[in-house]
Nanobody, 114 residues
């Protein structure tokens, strides 16, 4: 199982980014997929989940600003980040589970300056 996250970068507050996570080695369309982030000095936190049927859930701090989506034809997970704030600065990771094991992408850095 491989997950490759990309699309991070440096933006000013109020800006937008789109993260992508290309996945292989799993039957993508049946999987629940997650985005986590880890800010400096903090624990990794779950921020967005999308189920196989497309139901999404976002943590309160990003709800209304971030959008999680998936393209089953491309085996790719997305996270649209809008109205970015300095506190969104973190390494963002995609994640899924397969046969009870957690799989992680390498992480992509998002830096938001004020």
């Amino acid at each position: 199982v491989q997950l490759q996250a990309y699309g991070g970068g440096s933006v000013q507050a109020g800006g937008s980014l789109r993260l992508s996570c290309k996945t292989s080695g799993v039957v993508f369309k049946f999987k629940t997929l997650n985005w986590y982030r880890q800010a400096p000095g903090k624990q990794r936190e779950l921020i967005a989940t999308i189920t196989a049927n497309g139901t999404s859930n976002l943590t309160a701090s990003v709800k209304g600003r971030f959008i999680i989506s998936r393209d089953n034809t491309r085996n790719t997970l997305y996270l649209q980040l809008n109205s970015l704030k300095p506190e969104d600065t973190a390494v963002y990771y995609c994640n899924t589970q397969n046969w009870g094991n957690d799989y992680w992408g390498k992480g992509t850095q998002v830096t938001v300056s004020s």
